[in-house]
């Protein structure tokens, strides 16, 4: 089975072609540190050929969500390290997913401050925080002191990654956040060099990428983008042109993968525009495009991410909900045995339920 054979590249040596995606749990607590709970998850899902962590903000002022863990402190980084230790010895590999919300956030995690983003757009939708849901509010445009303060969290949370021990850094460029924002023309019309026509809109997110790469290697980094995607409403005019023309600049830099997020809506609307890219051509498309590793991701079983191996239009597939309520995914896969089903209600928060009390195949 090719989903289980190694994989090697200039930059990567996996044990198998099996990732874990990355999954917001929601379970570090208002501090944001990472804990023994969330050890027992990570280190449960070693067998995994690489491991995405969930979305880890960059700084404070990055926060959009309740208890999602963060990568910008001391304590943050020890939290990791004994989460990466505990995968390292297990014979597993784990990249830690750096993610800025922007606009998808609310002024109660920013000390009223209205959140940061390329335009002055309000989103629709609401957000969880601690008082409740509530409706997301008008962002604030970025300045370019903003701007380029951003790029350096991401720089210093890159480098604090490394520090605690991960592989290399995913840079959440995917799902309606800060660096999607920046690039779709939906939520980005500056006025100035970083917005309006096309080669403006990429220029945050590749000085983010260059940044990154700089810091701590193109090696260690990776990039996740989401072409269809309209989550957090997001829309583009033409995003076969604006992510085609992106990936290709990503050539430049000889990151470790790109990781391509298949369309996505959480709530099973799949009425896609009649100009954006399906499912099915997406992964063809990119192919074409970029010169490095694949991952993709979103809605594969067994037979499908086998099939897009053989096809070769991805390199390594990435498994969200089936990670999570099998641990053992890759044994299962060798097995061809049941998969378990996971269970919604339990995805974002709370504690060992839906989290780390799956059962395993084998006894552990």
């Not at 460029?173 to 800060?178: K, P, T």
């Not at 790469?213 to 995607?229: H, L, N, Q, W, Y």
Request: hydrophobic share 35%; charged share 25%; net charge negative.
């Amino acid at each position: 089975m090719n989903l289980l054979k190694p994989y090697s590249s200039n930059h990567l040596n996996l044990k198998n072609k099996v990732v874990m995606a990355p999954l917001t749990r929601s379970r570090s607590g208002k501090t944001r540190v990472p804990n023994e709970m969330n050890n027992i998850y990570y280190t449960q899902r070693s067998s995994a050929g690489l491991i995405i962590s969930e979305a880890t903000v960059i700084s404070e002022r990055a926060v959009g969500y309740i208890d999602t863990p963060g990568i910008y402190n001391d304590e943050q980084i020890n939290g990791w390290k004994r989460i990466t230790k505990s995968i390292k010895r297990y014979g597993g590999k784990i990249y830690c997913q750096l993610w800025h919300t922007g606009r998808s956030s609310h002024p109660d995690f920013h000390n009223g401050k209205a959140p940061l983003a390329p335009s002055s757009i309000k989103p629709s939708g609401k957000v969880t925080t601690y008082d409740g849901m509530k409706e997301k509010e008008m962002p604030s445009e970025m300045t370019h002191q903003e701007i380029n303060t951003t790029i350096d969290e991401f720089k210093n949370a890159a480098k604090n990654a490394i520090t605690a021990g991960f592989d290399g850094v995913e840079i959440h460029g995917a799902n309606g956040y800060l660096i999607d924002q920046f690039l779709c023309d939906g939520s980005n019309i500056r006025t100035d060099n970083y917005g309006g026509n096309l080669q403006n809109r990429l220029r945050f997110p590749l000085e983010v990428v260059k940044a990154v790469g700089e810091e701590i290697g193109f090696d260690k980094t990776a990039i996740r983008i989401s072409p269809s995607g309209t989550f957090n409403d997001m829309f583009d005019s033409d995003p076969k042109a604006t992510f085609g023309a992106f990936v290709k600049e990503l050539n430049q830099f000889d990151l470790s993968y790109l990781h391509i997020s298949r369309f996505f809506d959480p709530r099973g609307d799949l009425n896609l525009p009649d100009h954006y890219l399906n499912n099915s051509e997406m992964l063809e498309y990119f192919r074409n495009i970029y010169k490095g590793t694949i991952i993709a991701c979103n809605s594969f079983d067994k037979e499908s991410g086998e099939a897009t191996l053989n096809n070769g239009e991805a390199d390594l597939i990435a498994y969200g909900k089936l990670f999570i309520s099998n641990p053992d995914l890759v044994l299962r896969f060798e097995k061809d045995a049941e998969l378990l089903e996971w269970d919604n209600s339990t995805f974002y928060g709370g504690a060992e339920k839906g989290y780390i009390d799956y059962p395993f195949l084998l006894k552990e």
